[in-house]
């Protein structure tokens, strides 16, 4: 890889309705703006090389993605390392209640309801983009959710994680070089590993 595009998926159903979806096995569909933000998102690439899309498990991404690319031979491959974070007991309540606790916790605490962390999703994470960054293709394009996408382009930035990463805006890339994809990996990896 050469090239990382990054790109939150559009509008969904739940995120329309402000509520927290972790399970990819509970099919949210995009919203009908959703596709519209998709399809904008496609005339934005439309010029880029992209060689591969990475997408997730999760049914947003990969219906964001393919109508993005809609007429394009560009091969889709699903990267579960880069999953959204579960949601624990929080699955389908409102977004506001999971940032509630997320704001107050700690990374080394247990998501309610779930047995991940924090520090352990970002863990995860670590090995999505390392999975992204060993691609042979030049330019990839990954959608994925604002999460993964907020903690990477922080660490690029030279920034840690923090309790309280902005939620991205839906459906618009992000443009990082190879150098800055393992840059911000390295460091996320260094604050993990000062956790333990």
């Known amino acids: 890889m050469e090239r990382l595009l990054l790109a939150r998926h559009a509008e969904s159903e739940y995120s329309a309705r402000g509520t927290l979806n972790g399970d990819p096995s509970i099919v949210v569909a995009l919203t009908e703006e ?6 904008l998102l496609g005339e934005r690439l439309a010029h ?14 990969r219906e964001t993605a393919e109508i993005a690319l809609a007429g394009r031979d560009v091969p889709i491959v699903v990267v579960p390392e880069l999953n ?11 977004l506001a209640e999971y940032l509630e606790w997320a704001h107050a916790a700690g990374p080394l605490d247990l998501i309610p309801g779930g047995a991940d962390t924090r520090a352990g999703v970002i863990e995860r994470f670590i090995c999505g983009f390392r999975i992204l960054a060993g691609m042979p293709e030049a330019v990839v394009l990954a959608v994925l959710h604002s999460l993964p996408i907020a903690y990477l382009v922080a660490a690029a930035e030279g920034r840690d994680p923090e309790n309280r990463m902005p939620m991205l805006p839906y459906a618009e ?3 990082l070089s190879r150098d800055e994809v393992e840059s911000a990996v390295a460091r996320l990896e260094r604050w993990r590993a000062s956790l333990t």
Not at 50 to 56: E, G, L, P, Q, R
Request: include cysteine; glycine fraction near 8%.
């Open 173 to 175: 890339a992000t443009d």
């Open 84 to 94: 959204d974070h579960p949601a624990g007991s929080y699955e389908g309540r409102p």
């Open 34 to 39: 959703g596709r519209e933000q998709a399809r």
């Open 48 to 61: 880029e090389p992209i060689d591969v899309c990475a997408v997730t498990e999760f049914a947003r991404t």
